[in-house]
């Protein structure tokens, strides 16, 4: 044995990946006693499934966000010396407008993330053959104990909220495809209070490519990994590039399961809600991808990918 | 002075956003407090040195403020529209968002203050350093208050959900 036991604070900071810069210990040691110590290891797993358990409910617990207002807003809001917020209901209507059809998508913002850009192509091409119209908003209603004077409009901003909702009660669903990995993944699951979030990770675990023809030859897939946590965000599922695409950084999308039979694949700025079907994910796109712009439109429109078989790494 | 903010704008909004809602539970507000936090940003003489750090410090005493005020009214989301096409949330799923908030919202009530504290940085990117100074916990302490308010965290929500659904099932 290397050293002693490792304690619970710093396998937490190992997960965190706070354990050399933050906390001033030798994280090589850490690792080497892991190597060794099957009863740490399991500690670890553990540590690792209460790190998940949390992020994934306070995941399932965030309201859906509109696009932020203009910069230039609040530039001009600090230049006047008011420091009131700036009512999210500025341009609402405008906003609104842009929520349906999808050409209108703008790709400066998202230059900074390959992959959403590669998305958004694909999706304004689909939606120019076949755009389709926001289905839903949500409404914030208020039983107000206590009106504030300054608390006017409490369901404008809300109109543009995109509407999402994670189910955290769905029965676990039996996977298409189980593999070794994907059984750890479950029963690391069932041996600790995690919500029943994750149990459709098995089912959308793997390579999934986009099911057009697009005449530009944009043809994105992706990744979905359930491993090591099913549904951590950060390195569980990368989107990568095929060669006929040009070059896709990985990027920092996170997904999670939505009801029983569907996921939702989140970017900054950008979000694919998708149903799993037999072999297919299919559904709607929606996101914004110039959130500068004063008219930050949201677009949404089909998209439908097809499982392919993983290339090796 | 706005450049710096103006880069960050886009990176952390979404973080600011919600770092704001897990305090206060209210998510139009909460967006409306991080156009306050960049209003007063952009208002500064200088850059601070941590721009990302001063943005959510001020955000935290924000938060503070505001709960010191009157009590809020309740807030709840409603379908307005139906959809037409199939992508759209049902009434349950929206439903269900409501619950995990209350659930969440609940089970915090069960961690202390530095707990609750810590976690919620942690989740909105804050690293163990940036955890201790704001919580005046040694670095080194940082790691064993979130294994103990993720352990508790985790319990009390299973538990609040373990509990709705029985209730529910009479």
New interface residues.
Partial sequence: MSMQHIEDGVLHAWLDDALDADVGMDGEAVAQHLAECDQCRRRLEEARASKAAVSAMFLASDAPLPPPPAFQVLESAARSGGDAPVRPAGGRSKRRSGWTRGPRVRLAWAATIAVAVSAGVLARELSDRRGIDLPATLEYEREAVHAEPDEEAPRQAAERQKAESADLRQAPTEPARVDADEQVGRERLEANPAPALIASAPRVAGCWRSATDSPGGVTAWFRLEAKPDPFVAEDSRTFESDAEAGVMSPSTASWRPLGADSIIVAFPGLEIRLRVEEDRLAGVYRGSMNRDAEDAAYSVSELSFERVPCPNR | M?EP??SL???V??DL??YI??RIWD??RA??????V???A??EERTPDSPRAWLFTVAANLTRDEAR??????????????????????P???L??Q???D???E?LGSLNERERES?LM??AGF???EI?EATGLS?????????????K???A??EL?GGE?VHAAH
């Fill in positions: 706005s903010w103006a704008y886009r990176e909004w979404g956003v919600r809602d897990r998510p139009e967006q409306e407090l991080a156009q306050e960049f209003i007063r952009l208002g005020r009157a009590i809020r009214g309740r807030e709840k989301l409603r379908l307005v529209a139906a959809d037409a096409g199939g992508g759209a949330p049902s349950d799923e929206i269900t968002i619950q995990t908030r659930r969440v919202r089970a976690l942690v989740e690293s163990y350093a201790a670095p080194g302490a940082v790691g064993t208050t979130l294994s103990r308010a993720r352990r965290l985790a319990v929500y299973a959900e659904d």
